[in-house]
């Protein structure tokens, strides 16, 4: 089987001939540049710095050989600008405050201030105040909120659809470009367009904007779930209005060199509970998010990747009934996520892509034997009968031991041999 | 007269301009601020983190309360001090060096003020000299440290070590929370407590300063 044949084997939820793997594809399935140098050393892989391939949150490139050395089946395609709204096309080489030289993209500066932070720009104009830092001693970026008093007797839909738009043709050359090339390499092509998430708070204080209008702090969008209401249907309605049609356009141009798309990664849940009752969510988000999904169901053979953080058990019935086809990261240490629940209750509707391995507590902390018997019992459990593609819960952080890593990574290959 | 019963609903259901109006109609009918915050404001801040505990109320609400709360609280402040009101002790509250995720930390410290606390909130990204510094300064009883990153929340432990150096651990008992920390972490630590969310905050809260 090929890579690509046996992640479409498992998302038909049939058995592959092993469970395929991804790390990398997306901004929510991938290792911490930090991670990625340390396995590229371990794996005696050519030494150069990593390239960043999403910077809010430092995740590093792997790169084919260490694609081939972990038996990766997915790769990505993500689009011509970053978060910031960079050109990710030009790169040039930084040192990390952590010491390590990569590479990223040229609007962007490492330098850190006297305190010991680092602040990246909006378009990287550095006349306008910045949109993100990275406090000393973190390892990826966070927003900076630029609210400006939310008056809402002029507040308007269009004041958070700024960053929303028609696809332009050389953004849309750049998406054929990019998956004809990761189409060509067999695996699955896993595509990140952009514009489709709705109110995902990563995306909420608009990194991206020099300026931004509308409810951009994350305290006040989360206030206006319950108290904007009409305010949030108009916003998600025309924003899904313009994700349909750049789809049409992408479909028509790409067709099925693309495999699964990455359109959502709303956090529906906390640690140990829900941002709102699955009545909410019916309400608010399903029309929009069924929508989008019957329009990509109806017109295209992509697949659609959800992602959702926490406890979301309530919730999930509600992505099921929307058309989401795939779960991301199905954080099972959150309340109730338990696996075996998770397969048996929603496993023939849903793919679980994630879930392989706990990254709260196993994966950083953990022997590497803790590791091992968790990933097998993880494989057994959610492999079943397809369905599932092996992924850690979210991101390799930096400072995960790279003994754990690896351990992670041998229990992997001695599946392959099962 | 200021009807207190809707200053509560108010706050439970998160209206804020409500929750002003009847505050500051109490403050004219001089009403007593200790009456006020203890009667009606705290029991709102209760109900609505019952609420939450019980799943029938979310983040958004919790917020939407907390706001109202410290709208209504900000105009009984100024009178608490001549009316000789007492806080229930006083609590220094930041996310630790790092770390800059603060609405959780936040509606800890909302709950926290509401139920009649002194709250000194720092902020995220809190080194811990800037942690040590406001416990000498504000003569804190309670130090409440938050994490949301596996990568941060080893942090925690440095704020102890540094409380130890400074010789004001004995001084002060340290609370933690956030998502990957944990009872266990807590003990391993040598943190006095952990909290699962805002409301257990509070219980934890008022069991360490009596004890």
Same mark, same amino acid.
């Given at each position: 089987m090929t890579s690509r044949e046996r992640v479409k084997t498992a998302l038909n939820h049939q058995s592959p001939d092993r469970i395929p793997i991804d790390f990398g594809s997306t901004s929510v399935t991938g290792i911490h540049c930090k991670v990625v140098e340390s396995l590229r050393d371990y794996y005696g892989l050519e030494k150069h710095p990593v390239r960043i &391939?999403? +910077?809010?949150?430092m995740l590093g490139e792997v790169e084919a050989d260490l694609q081939e050395a972990l038996g990766i089946d997915c790769v990505s395609v993500f689009g011509p600008r970053n978060m910031f709204d960079i050109d990710e096309s030009q790169l040039h080489q930084q040192r990390t405050p952590w010491g390590q030289e990569v590479m990223i993209a040229s609007g962007i500066d490492l330098t850190p201030d006297k305190e010991g932070d680092v602040y990246i720009y909006a378009k990287g104009?550095?006349?306008?105040? +910045?949109?993100?830092v990275m406090p000393s001693n973190c390892y990826f970026i966070d927003a900076v909120e630029r609210q400006h008093f939310v008056d809402d007797d002029q507040l308007k839909a269009e004041d958070n659809l700024e960053e929303y738009g028609s696809l332009s043709d050389e953004d849309l050359q750049h998406f054929v470009q990019a998956s004809q090339k990761a189409a060509g390499t067999g695996k699955a092509v896993i595509a990140s367009f952009g514009g489709t998430a709705l109110g995902d708070v990563a995306f909420i204080p608009g990194m991206g904007l020099k300026d931004p209008k509308g409810v951009r702090n994350v305290s006040e969008w989360y206030m206006s779930t319950v108290m904007r209401k009409e305010f949030v249907h108009e916003l998600f309605d025309k924003q899904t209005e313009i994700a349909i049609q750049n789809y049409s356009r992408l479909w028509q141009a &790409?067709? *099925? *060199?693309?495999?699964v798309v990455f359109t959502c990664g709303t956090d529906f849940g906390t640690q140990n509970s829900q941002f709102c009752s699955l009545d909410t969510y019916r309400e608010l988000w399903l029309p929009y998010h069924k929508r989008l999904n019957d329009w990509i169901h109806q017109h295209t053979t992509w697949k659609v990747f959800k992602h959702t953080c926490g406890a979301v058990v309530p919730i999930i019935p509600g992505l099921i009934e929307a058309g989401f086809d795939i779960l991301n990261p199905v954080q099972i240490n959150a309340k109730d996520m338990d696996s075996t629940f998770l397969k048996k209750e929603f496993g023939k509707d849903l793919t679980f892509w994630g879930g392989g391995i706990d990254t709260q507590r196993i994966l950083p902390d953990g022997t590497p034997e803790e590791i091992r018997s968790h990933v097998l019992k993880q494989c057994e459990i959610l492999g079943r009968d397809g369905g599932f593609i092996f992924n850690a819960v979210h991101n390799i952080q930096a400072n995960v031991p790279i003994e754990n890593v690896v351990a992670l990574m041998n229990t992997l290959n001695e599946l392959k041999t099962l | 007269m200021a009807d207190l019963q809707e200053l509560y609903k108010a706050i439970v259901e998160g209206n804020l301009n409500v929750a002003k109006s009847i505050t500051q109609e109490a403050m004219e009918e001089q009403i007593e601020p200790q009456v006020i915050i203890n009667e009606h404001m705290s029991k709102a801040m209760q109900e609505i983190g019952k609420r939450f505990e019980e799943g029938k109320a979310f983040v958004p609400e919790l917020l939407m309360s907390a706001r109202a709360m410290k709208g209504a609280l900000d105009i009984v402040k100024p009178h608490m001090a001549q009316s000789g009101t007492t806080s229930l002790g006083t609590v220094v509250i930041g996310t630790v060096k790092g770390d800059l995720h603060d609405i959780g930390k936040n509606l800890v410290a909302s709950m926290l003020e509401g139920c009649g606390f002194k709250v000194v909130n720092l902020g995220s990204d809190i080194s811990s000299d800037k942690f040590v510094a406001a416990v000498k300064e504000h003569h804190a009883q309670i130090v409440c440290l938050s994490a949301l990153l596996t990568t941060t929340m080893h942090y925690m432990q440095k704020v102890i070590q540094a409380l130890e150096e400074e010789g004001i651990r004995q001084q002060v008992k340290v609370m933690i929370g956030g998502a990957p920390v944990s009872e266990a972490f807590a003990h391993q630590i040598g943190a006095d407590g952990y909290s699962e969310n805002a409301n257990a905050a509070v219980t934890l809260a008022r069991t360490l300063v009596s004890a």
């Amino acid at each position: 089987m090929t890579s690509r044949e046996r992640v479409k084997t498992a998302l038909n939820h049939q058995s592959p001939d092993r469970i395929p793997i991804d790390f990398g594809s997306t901004s929510v399935t991938g290792i911490h540049c930090k991670v990625v140098e340390s396995l590229r050393d371990y794996y005696g892989l050519e030494k150069h710095p990593v390239r960043i &391939i999403e +910077p809010f949150q430092m995740l590093g490139e792997v790169e084919a050989d260490l694609q081939e050395a972990l038996g990766i089946d997915c790769v990505s395609v993500f689009g011509p600008r970053n978060m910031f709204d960079i050109d990710e096309s030009q790169l040039h080489q930084q040192r990390t405050p952590w010491g390590q030289e990569v590479m990223i993209a040229s609007g962007i500066d490492l330098t850190p201030d006297k305190e010991g932070d680092v602040y990246i720009y909006a378009k990287g104009d550095r006349t306008f105040p +910045p949109s993100a830092v990275m406090p000393s001693n973190c390892y990826f970026i966070d927003a900076v909120e630029r609210q400006h008093f939310v008056d809402d007797d002029q507040l308007k839909a269009e004041d958070n659809l700024e960053e929303y738009g028609s696809l332009s043709d050389e953004d849309l050359q750049h998406f054929v470009q990019a998956s004809q090339k990761a189409a060509g390499t067999g695996k699955a092509v896993i595509a990140s367009f952009g514009g489709t998430a709705l109110g995902d708070v990563a995306f909420i204080p608009g990194m991206g904007l020099k300026d931004p209008k509308g409810v951009r702090n994350v305290s006040e969008w989360y206030m206006s779930t319950v108290m904007r209401k009409e305010f949030v249907h108009e916003l998600f309605d025309k924003q899904t209005e313009i994700a349909i049609q750049n789809y049409s356009r992408l479909w028509q141009a &790409i067709g *099925n *060199n693309v495999d699964v798309v990455f359109t959502c990664g709303t956090d529906f849940g906390t640690q140990n509970s829900q941002f709102c009752s699955l009545d909410t969510y019916r309400e608010l988000w399903l029309p929009y998010h069924k929508r989008l999904n019957d329009w990509i169901h109806q017109h295209t053979t992509w697949k659609v990747f959800k992602h959702t953080c926490g406890a979301v058990v309530p919730i999930i019935p509600g992505l099921i009934e929307a058309g989401f086809d795939i779960l991301n990261p199905v954080q099972i240490n959150a309340k109730d996520m338990d696996s075996t629940f998770l397969k048996k209750e929603f496993g023939k509707d849903l793919t679980f892509w994630g879930g392989g391995i706990d990254t709260q507590r196993i994966l950083p902390d953990g022997t590497p034997e803790e590791i091992r018997s968790h990933v097998l019992k993880q494989c057994e459990i959610l492999g079943r009968d397809g369905g599932f593609i092996f992924n850690a819960v979210h991101n390799i952080q930096a400072n995960v031991p790279i003994e754990n890593v690896v351990a992670l990574m041998n229990t992997l290959n001695e599946l392959k041999t099962l | 007269m200021a009807d207190l019963q809707e200053l509560y609903k108010a706050i439970v259901e998160g209206n804020l301009n409500v929750a002003k109006s009847i505050t500051q109609e109490a403050m004219e009918e001089q009403i007593e601020p200790q009456v006020i915050i203890n009667e009606h404001m705290s029991k709102a801040m209760q109900e609505i983190g019952k609420r939450f505990e019980e799943g029938k109320a979310f983040v958004p609400e919790l917020l939407m309360s907390a706001r109202a709360m410290k709208g209504a609280l900000d105009i009984v402040k100024p009178h608490m001090a001549q009316s000789g009101t007492t806080s229930l002790g006083t609590v220094v509250i930041g996310t630790v060096k790092g770390d800059l995720h603060d609405i959780g930390k936040n509606l800890v410290a909302s709950m926290l003020e509401g139920c009649g606390f002194k709250v000194v909130n720092l902020g995220s990204d809190i080194s811990s000299d800037k942690f040590v510094a406001a416990v000498k300064e504000h003569h804190a009883q309670i130090v409440c440290l938050s994490a949301l990153l596996t990568t941060t929340m080893h942090y925690m432990q440095k704020v102890i070590q540094a409380l130890e150096e400074e010789g004001i651990r004995q001084q002060v008992k340290v609370m933690i929370g956030g998502a990957p920390v944990s009872e266990a972490f807590a003990h391993q630590i040598g943190a006095d407590g952990y909290s699962e969310n805002a409301n257990a905050a509070v219980t934890l809260a008022r069991t360490l300063v009596s004890a």
